[in-house]
């Protein structure tokens, strides 16, 4: 439903557009052209040139886009709150109705000298609302998104621009609400100062949802293992507390925090947190399983999503792949490599390729490869819940684990604890505490725990380039932000016109 409504809404706003360059003298076609119609817009509305390339701006460069069409319709002598609310919230009916009524003209610039205010204080009203009315827009219904990794390639790439749907699971009422606008957690310019004041915090609620979390949909949500970082650009989520704790300090938190010069420690709000996007493979109360790379839910096998990558192991007769096959054929960039394609130098003839399964099947067929199979991590001690003596297990062999709902109840004993400490005691807000092989929860001795909510498994369709569920447990319902919908830009070097406008399988 709610991409329904998004695709109802694009068309509207381009349609209206359509009628209304006529209008205004501009060749119609040109309100067809991302961005190349905004910036037809800044050039007949007299708007200085550098608000057109702040758009580029993520996240914050929405709004600037928003504000330019305000002023584009003040050009129409449409000044009220009651038609900039319009341009907000309807623009596909709005600009449609602009567009095409006989009754609605173009006026051009002159049309604001004329008005009791003067232009420069239309022009901040205007800011102001767009302002005001996109911060809503951002918190209820869409947020932009950019892809910062490669986790989730090949479905979705490196700076791919994404809208996620915040009503498809219904929008959260912010639990920080004193924050920066336009920005997350950080303050714009800085990867470190943050942008919220935590002292007002509000409690967890969601307004109605159009659907619930379905298995295979692509999920933005809240990191759950970023709750607390070290607050250094090289360090963040990127490299979480909790596995520098873990690898680096061998466990001894203590010894972590006695450095607060070389580790400053920050505490995120939930709803702070760092964005995280990957995809939903399973929900309350599934069984998941990882068996050989192979990922199995309910003892079946799980969707393959047909852009997904993982890692082949691929034998030649000695002849060398050629450079042309992996630009060409499999779209490596050869002179950044290094993560896709990995040479085995004691064994004359091996690669190691990270790609989609149709592009397996390109190699396979090249006359010089012998064989090709899928490569299997064989590490262990790096997943969740992190308790090698119980849960020897491998991102390739992984489980079975079943994923906890509201209202299970959860055995504690010495075999179990690992995998439900951080739910009990972090998600759900309880104080957990161990004494003599006793588990104590909020203060009662407890041999059973009976959750509050219900938790969904998230995994990058790049299965070896993901952190995902596997190295930090079960991600609770109240860390989901939204849907991923539709990619409506994308850019490398240059835009990456064939994925503008692309829904998300």
């Not at 381009?14 to 119609?37: C, D, L, R, S």
Request: proline share 7%; net charge positive; hydrophobic share 40%.
């Amino acid at each position: 439903m709610g991409l329904f409504l998004l695709i109802i809404g694009t068309i509207g706003w381009h349609v209206g557009m359509y009628g209304m360059f006529k209008k205004a003298g501009i060749a119609p076609w040109k309100a067809f052209v991302p961005f190349y119609n905004t910036w037809e817009i800044v050039k007949i509305c007299k708007i200085r040139k550098f608000w057109f390339w702040l758009q580029f701006i993520p996240v914050a460069g929405q709004f600037i886009t928003i504000w330019i069409t305000i002023i584009f319709v003040m050009h129409f002598k449409k000044v009220s709150v009651p038609d900039h609310a319009a341009v907000v919230f309807f623009p596909f009916i709005y600009f449609p109705y602009l567009g095409f009524s006989k009754k609605e003209k173009w006026y051009g610039h002159e049309v604001l000298k004329h008005y009791h205010k003067p232009a420069s204080r239309e022009w901040i009203d205007a800011g102001v609302f767009a302002i005001v009315a996109a911060t809503i827009i951002r918190t209820f219904v869409f947020e932009a998104y950019v892809i910062p990794t490669g986790s989730m390639e090949k479905t979705l790439l490196i700076n791919d621009f994404l809208f996620v749907n915040k009503m498809s699971y219904g929008a959260r009422i912010p639990q920080t609400p004193l924050s920066f606008p336009f920005v997350h957690n950080t303050l714009p310019f800085s990867k470190t100062i943050p942008s919220y004041i935590r002292q007002v915090q509000l409690p967890y609620k969601r307004l109605p949802a159009f659907t619930e979390v379905k298995r295979n949909d692509v999920v933005v949500f809240n990191f759950p293992a970023g709750d607390t970082i070290i607050n250094l650009p090289e360090y963040g989520s990127a490299n979480p507390y909790y596995d520098v704790v873990r690898y680096q300090f061998h466990g001894d938190r203590q010894a972590l925090l006695s450095q607060p010069d070389q580790f400053p420690i920050l505490v995120h709000p939930m709803d702070k947190t760092d964005n995280y996007i990957k995809r939903c493979v399973g929900l309350s109360g599934d069984v998941i399983q990882v068996k050989n790379g192979v990922l199995f839910v309910n003892n079946q096998p799980a969707l393959i999503p047909p852009a997904s990558q993982t890692e082949y192991l691929v034998e030649t007769n000695g002849t060398p792949i050629g450079e042309d096959f992996f630009t060409n054929e499999l779209g490596i960039d050869l002179e950044n490599a290094s993560d896709q394609i990995k040479v085995d130098n004691s064994r004359p003839g091996m690669y190691v390729i990270n790609m989609t399964p149709e592009e397996a099947g390109k190699v396979k067929k090249l006359p010089n490869v012998k064989n090709i199979t899928p490569y299997i991590e064989q590490t262990v001690g790096m997943t969740f819940p992190n308790d090698e003596a119980n849960y020897p297990w491998t991102i390739d062999n992984y489980g079975p684990l079943k994923i906890p709902k509201k209202g299970d109840v959860l055995p504690l004993n010495p075999q179990t604890i690992a995998l439900y400490r951080r739910l009990i005691a972090t998600y759900e807000n309880n104080k957990l505490d161990e004494v003599n092989g006793k588990y104590f929860v909020n203060g009662k001795e407890a041999t059973s725990y009976t959750t509050k909510l219900s938790y969904y498994w998230m995994m990058g369709d790049n299965r070896h380039r993901s952190q995902d569920s596997r190295f930090w447990g079960f991600v609770p319902e109240t860390h989901v932000v939204g849907k991923a919908s539709l990619i409506w830009f994308s850019w490398n070097k240059g835009p990456r016109w064939k994925r503008l406008f692309n829904g998300i399988k």
